[in-house]
């Protein structure tokens, strides 16, 4: 993922802006961050922020003991591109208006303490490429609404407490790249076909209650290197007889014959760490 890590110097951005801002160090316990914001400086020389032709467009505070909820008022930053607050204890849940600034592209909120459920309208941020919420304890079902982000690459929604099942509409994607669903509560049968996402690389469907047989299509991805379907209750492989094992970096399944032919070809077997595991299924 894209991050600036430096901010461009001499360059000012209005006041709209710099309230938002503030009131984002109010909001997320700013007086205890390991690195704090002096707001009697120019915000150029805030941490972690990067300002460019007089706009906030990326907020990257990865590992700065945040604590608390991420305000409304960051629909305010109408440029904002990037938003990483990963490894933090943001908590709260996931405002839609993060999702209402049409510029978003690189959401990274991984190893947090959200809740809630995702919002369900992304029709505004079409720009979207990485939504990445990775073991935090959002619940409810995926929506349908993530459609619409139609330049997504990465979805990455692994180790929450999310219930229902795959939308079919996620064939929608043709960009998708990354699908993580590792460690939740789905459940029922997968009818989305894979093949209709030519550009997945990684697929984890592993540790939920999904049955029936393995989705159709996923034999068929040209780009496939990780794939992980352990942990469920699918009833037939057959969907996975032509896979091109010789592929694939890292594979996980629970069927036998499929296990032997993890070792025939020498395939890490990745463990994902997820320590609310044990309490999700």
């Known amino acids: 993922m894209l991050v600036f890590s430096c901010s461009l110097q001499g360059q000012d951005i209005s006041e709209i802006e710099k309230s938002s801002l503030i009131d984002f160090y109010n ?165 989305v076909d894979f093949e209709k996402l030519p550009e997945l690389y990684e697929l984890s469907l592993a540790y939920n209650n999904f049955e029936g047989e393995v989705p159709n299509g996923i034999e068929k991805l040209p780009e496939l290197k990780y794939l992980q379907l352990q942990g469920n209750n699918f009833s037939s492989y057959k969907n996975l007889e032509n896979l091109n094992i010789e592929g694939l970096v890292s594979f996980d399944s629970d069927s036998i014959n499929l296990s032997k032919v993890n070792r025939e070809f020498n395939i890490d077997k990745t463990e994902i760490i997820d320590p609310k595991l044990e309490d999700r299924n």
């Open 27 to 191: 909001k997320l316990n700013g007086n205890q961050w390991e690195t704090k914001w002096d707001l009697s400086k120019p915000v150029t020389t805030w941490h972690g922020i990067t300002v460019l032709n007089g706009h906030v467009v990326a907020i990257d505070l990865n590992r700065n003991n945040l604590k608390g909820k991420i305000p409304n008022s960051i629909e305010k930053l109408t440029q904002l591109h990037t938003l990483n607050l990963s490894l933090n204890k943001v908590n709260g849940n996931l405002p839609q208006e993060l999702f209402n600034i049409s510029t978003i592209r690189f959401v990274n909120l991984e190893m947090n303490e959200l809740k809630g459920t995702l919002p369900t309208n992304f029709s505004v941020c079409k720009n979207l490429e990485e939504l990445v919420l990775f073991n935090n304890s959002l619940e409810g079902p995926i929506p349908v609404g993530i459609v619409d982000a139609t330049e997504i690459k990465v979805i990455n929604i692994s180790g929450n407490y999310f219930v229902g099942t795959i939308p079919k509409e996620i064939e929608l994607l043709k960009k998708l790249e990354v699908l993580g669903f590792f460690g939740n509560k789905l459940s029922g049968v997968i009818k």
